[in-house]
Each structure stands twice: as C-alpha cells, then as structure tokens.
C-alpha cells in the first residue's frame, strides 16, 4: 500500500524550533518529487515547499525561506522539514505528498498533481 | 506572487451540477489541479492538467478551462460531496499556489 506517515509535531515557544518527518512506503521514494504543505486551524491550504529526487533543487514559499529547510534521505524512504524561528502563524496541520511528474510523448516531464498525502502533523506555536 | 481566487461557497441540492470557478490573476497560466478535502482528512485529488481524472474518482467530477479561468464541475451531486474544494497551480519560479478554497454544500 503507498503511504506517507508524518510525525515530529508538537508544541514549541515563539522563536523555537522543530522537525518534521515523513515516512515513505509501497512505492518507490527516491523517484518522486515531494512537498510538504500546511493548513491553518480553519483556513485554506498552503505549500510550503518542494524537493527534487535527489536533493538537489528545493524551492519555498516566501514566508518560511530561511527559516524552513526541507530535505531527504532515500535510503531511509524519508523527507524532513527543519523548521526554526518559528512563529504563530506557523500554527497548522502539516502534509507531506508525493508530486506525481510523468514524461510525454514529447519527452517533456507534465505535472499530474500531489497524488498521494499523508494524514498530517499538528505544530502549534504558543508561549 | 500568483494568486488562485476562488468563491468561498457554492449551495446546490442534490442530483443538481455545483461549478466552483478558480481564476488566476497573471499569465501564462499553468496547468490547474483540484483537490477534496472532508473535515478532518487530507486532501485528495480529483482533477489534473486542467480535465484529467485520476483512476477511482467518479465521472461526475470533471474540469474545464477558458482563459486564465479554471472551472470544477460536478454533475448529479450526492451528499458525499460535501467538502472543501482547492484549485492548485504552479508559477514560472517552480513553486506552487493553492487557491483559496470553497466550501461545497449539499442542501
């Protein structure tokens, strides 16, 4: 079965820091992109970031760069989110989801969407 | 930043077709991706590149796209619709955006 299981949240003070973590299975981890997104209690959804197969492109939403870091380990089936100076805003669920890219005819790589998600991890940012 | 504008809710009765619109404020416009979210859960996908359906989400949901419009449709809606609906796209940085989200009722 594909899955992503995310842990690592918590309760952490203003200006804290905190990991997260997704574990991979049922497929195989080191040929996907994956992003992490959050939710704030009762608003919308929200990216937060995105990482290449093998590490070496990431990009951020503007409110967490230089704050967040995402990273990987395939041989662990893992993706991180290093999250410090955190804030209040920062208060949400967090996903991790697989980006599902498939090559064309043309031999262009198409986005198809996060077609699998994790069922999330609680951070809450209060003193 | 690209921005997704969504209506925050749609109100339709059952059997009847709920449109949930997502409009993008700058171009070029990217493929559009829409997700379901009931209370509590993750989101799941129920539509990419703009109108492709992905295996086991039922032919009542299709997409459509007209400018830098995207549109969610859902054909003879049944209470299990009920939920959240996000649009998604992605800008020309290689980041992503979601929409801001509409809340479905079934009457």
């Known amino acids: 079965e594909v899955q992503l299981v995310e842990s690592g949240g918590g309760l952490v003070q203003p200006g804290g820091s905190l990991r997260l973590s997704c574990a991979a299975s049922g497929f195989t981890f080191s040929s996907y992109w994956m992003s992490w997104v959050r939710q704030a209690p009762g608003k919308g959804l929200e990216w937060v970031a995105n990482?290449?197969?093998?590490?070496?492109?990431?990009y951020y939403v503007d409110s967490v760069k230089g704050r967040f870091t995402i990273s990987r380990d395939n041989a662990k089936n893992s993706l991180y989110l290093q999250m410090n100076s955190l804030r209040a805003e920062d208060t949400a669920v967090y996903y991790c989801?697989?980006?599902?890219?498939?090559?064309?005819?043309?031999?262009?790589?198409?986005?198809?969407?996060?077609?699998?998600w994790g069922q999330g991890t609680t951070v809450t940012v209060s003193s | 930043s690209y921005e997704l504008t969504q209506p925050p809710s749609v109100s339709v009765s059952p059997g009847q077709t709920a449109r949930i619109t997502c409009s993008a404020d700058a171009l070029p416009k990217q493929y559009a991706y829409w997700y379901q979210q009931k209370p509590g859960q993750a989101p799941v996908l129920v539509i990419y590149k703009d109108s492709e359906r992905p295996s086991g989400i039922p032919e009542r949901f299709s997409g459509s796209s007209s400018g830098t419009t995207v549109t969610l449709t859902i054909s003879g809606v049944q209470a299990e619709d009920e939920a959240d609906y996000y649009c998604q796209s992605a800008d020309s940085s290689g980041t992503y955006v979601f929409g801001t989200g509409t809340k479905v009722t079934v009457l």
């Open positions: 990482i290449k197969q093998d590490g070496s492109e990431k």
């Open positions: 989801a697989r980006d599902r890219w498939v090559r064309g005819a043309d031999n262009y790589y198409y986005y198809y969407g996060m077609d699998v």
